[in-house]
């Protein structure tokens, strides 16, 4: 790996930061003049909270937020913030910190993010790769079907249908149907004290929704993917020549087979990471998830607005650093990647 | 030129006696439509789902009294029944017609995404694949770093800051998600005019004196007519993702029953804990519907401008 590659790869990571903080800096100051914190004290106003002396509370928070600078300055302030990881503080949860809400919260959904594409990344290609070889199964060629008219809808939608299957009572169901839970990631008022067997088992039941809806749409791409490259790869010379020398099969499928039809595959992960994150937030948000996404829609329902634009910086400075790691990665594993850059 | 005719159809009469196959490929553009449709089995699907959703549309919308649609024209939170075929919402909307009306509007902002879209890919695409150098190296790094950044973030911070009152409009909605569709059509389309510029027939148009936008419409673009149906439907997806995704947030036209809207209103009056479900899964079908829809087209449309894709599948 080339000191050239890994600063192109670093470059594009700063560039994506950069330009992503300062577009959403910028567009919502052109679509419209409102003014957060004026609306959040109406707002208070109205229901009672605050009554006399308003515009100084205002005043005081355009001075600490240098609201009332011009905009280049207010610009750069935010990015010098943003780089020391000062994200303001919560609108509605003054005086606690964005960083703080989101450092409780990301946990949460960095746990469902790297299960859910770990399991169908795993499923996906494992399928995939069994579809494309000679000899597979016959079930599998039916369930594929299934699989691929399911990843074109958003994650979201299928977590509708779960809810509606496995979450609610009908009549249809019979008396040992499974209920899962469908709000939050642990049953109400339960306080645990560190992690026994109950509490992973709670946790557990209240993800299995969630993830099932983001699995259950993610399988049939991967599986599409990888069988495409498999069928490629299956037709090589190499292994035409592997199993001339009589090596056992499962070793041409894994060795010869999957670990070079798999690079490609990590090439889609990386440019699917964006939509990925995106419709796990939506999923986090249906199912009352206590992660991003909920924190988010909180934010967005409050007009919260500091919140709102820590949630979104940093989901979009978490794609862009997975995006690096994996493009960091593909060359340890690619050895032609590495030679060529 | 009566030769020529004469030996073409020489010509086609043998391969039409040696194959049924190649038969339909030295026909008129019609007919080679027509056999792709026979024979791809996913675009024929997708295009009667697509003729579905339509009907659904024009027909229902002319059985259906649209009033229905709107509060309380009947009973709060009723179940199916002969009087309400798919029930009623909280606040006595009726959810039949409201689908009926609400679907379109879906749609109309997936064609607002579906043009712009396509319409800036075609050009950054055709201008970074043709011109090369510096050029496209920024076209390229640009799509690159917007693929990257989840749109979805950038629109929410967009949509919540101008909600007022009212919401975004219908058209408005279309224009915002729109404005962040047009990165895969630029990929794509960026990559098949590197390659074709290549190609011998570019070649000889070039050596014959044709001009640079002569070669880009008359050579290049009849080419890739498949690429950019396909890059269309791609791009419409996106921005019909982007849009449910705000709305279904809260961030949609407040008065304006998209279906993502009235997925949020299900949510926010706890359809899910009522058990209300006949107030969230239409919804649900219809957008899952739009979306299967425009997988078949596009990936139908895709393997009939990839010959390779069509012999593996």
New interface residues.
């Given amino acids: 790996m080339s000191i050239t590659y890994i600063g192109a790869r670093v470059g594009?990571f700063i560039?994506?930061v950069w330009?992503?903080t300062t577009?959403?800096f910028f567009?919502?100051?052109i679509?419209?003049d409102?003014n957060p914190v004026r609306e959040r004290m109406i707002m208070m106003a109205a229901t009672g909270n605050l009554s006399t002396g308003m515009e100084k509370v205002v005043a005081a928070y355009e001075r600490d937020y240098g609201l009332d600078q011009p905009l280049y300055l207010q610009y750069i302030r935010y990015l010098s913030s943003v780089l020391r990881g000062d994200l303001n503080v919560s609108l509605i949860r003054h005086p606690t910190t964005v960083m703080d809400l989101i450092q409780e919260r990301m946990p949460w959904t960095l746990g469902l993010v790297g299960f859910s594409i770990l399991v169908a990344f795993a499923l996906g290609s494992l399928s995939g790769a069994t579809l494309a070889w000679p000899g597979a199964p016959t079930w599998l060629k039916g369930v594929l079907p299934i699989f691929l008219?399911l990843?074109?809808?958003?994650y979201?939608?299928?977590a509708?249908?779960l809810?509606?299957i496995f979450?609610?009572?009908?009549e249809w169901q019979p008396e040992w149907w499974p209920m899962l839970p469908?709000?939050g990631a642990s049953k109400v008022g339960t306080i645990y004290d560190g992690w026994d067997l109950a509490r992973v088992w709670d946790v557990v039941r209240h993800s299995i929704l969630p993830a099932s809806s983001i699995i259950l749409s993610q399988v049939g791409f991967w599986a599409l993917g990888m069988r495409?490259m498999m069928?490629t790869t299956a037709g090589e010379d190499y292994v035409t020549l592997a199993q001339m020398r009589g090596l056992r099969p499962d070793r041409i499928f894994g060795q010869y087979g999957m670990r070079n039809a798999l690079l490609p595959q990590l090439t889609s992960l990386a440019?699917a990471?964006?939509?990925i994150?995106?419709g796990v937030?939506?999923v986090e948000?249906?199912f009352r998830y206590p992660g991003m996404g909920s924190l988010?829609?909180d934010a967005?329902?409050g007009?919260d607005y500091f919140v709102?634009?820590g949630v979104?910086l940093v989901?979009?400075i978490f794609?862009?650093t997975a995006?690096l790691v994996l493009d960091l990665v593909y060359p340890l594993i690619d050895p032609r990647v590495r030679r060529a850059a | 030129m009566q030769d020529q005719s004469a030996e073409t159809g020489q010509s086609s009469a043998a391969i039409r006696a040696s194959s049924e196959a190649d038969e339909a490929r030295s026909y008129s553009a019609w007919s080679q439509i027509w056999y792709y449709f026979l024979h791809e089995r996913m675009l024929t699907a997708g295009v009667l789902m697509l003729v579905a959703l339509l009907a659904l549309w024009l027909i229902g919308g002319q059985l259906v009294d649209p009033k229905g649609a709107e509060p309380i024209s009947g009973p709060q939170a009723a179940p199916p029944q002969a009087k309400y075929w798919l029930g009623t919402d909280f606040n006595g909307r009726q959810i039949l017609p409201l689908m009926i009306h609400g679907a379109p509007l879906t749609l109309r902002i997936g064609l607002y995404a579906g043009i712009v879209g396509l319409g800036v890919g075609i050009i950054l695409g055709f201008i970074a694949g043709y011109m090369r150098g510096t050029v496209d190296a920024i076209v390229r790094?640009i799509s690159?770093?917007f693929?990257?950044?989840?749109?979805?973030?950038?629109l929410?911070?967009?949509a919540?800051?101008?909600k007022?009152g009212a919401g975004l409009s219908v058209n408005a909605m279309g224009l915002i998600v729109a404005s962040l569709a047009w990165m895969w059509p630029t990929r794509v389309i960026r990559a098949q005019v590197l390659s074709m510029r290549e190609s011998n027939y570019v070649e000889v148009a070039r050596l014959n004196g044709m001009g640079d936008f002569e070669i880009i419409f008359r050579e290049l673009m009849p080419n890739l007519l498949p690429f950019l149906a396909a890059s269309f439907v791609g791009a419409m997806?996106s921005g019909i993702?982007a849009a449910?995704?705000l709305e279904?947030?809260?961030?949609g036209p407040q008065h304006e029953p998209t279906l993502g809207m009235t997925?949020y209103w299900s949510?926010y009056y706890g359809a899910?804990?009522s058990?209300w479900?006949w107030w969230?899964?239409p919804p649900?079908i219809l957008?899952?519907w739009i979306?299967?829809t425009?997988?078949l087209i596009a990936s139908g449309l895709d393997k009939w401008a990839n010959p390779r894709?069509r012999q593996?599948l």
Avoid: K, Q
């Fill in positions: 594009m560039l994506v330009l992503a577009v959403i567009l919502p100051r679509a419209s409102r008219t990843s074109p809808i958003p979201f939608m299928l509708f249908f809810i509606f979450a609610v009572r009908h469908i709000a495409g069928i440019l990471m964006s939509l994150v995106s937030i939506l948000y249906i988010l829609f967005i329902a007009f709102i634009y979104v989901l979009i794609v862009a995006t | 790094i690159d770093v693929i990257t950044i989840p749109s979805l973030a950038v929410v911070v967009v919540s800051t101008i007022e997806a993702l449910v995704g279904a947030l809260g961030l997925i949510i899910l804990l058990n479900w969230y899964v649900t957008v899952a979306f299967v425009l997988y894709l593996s």
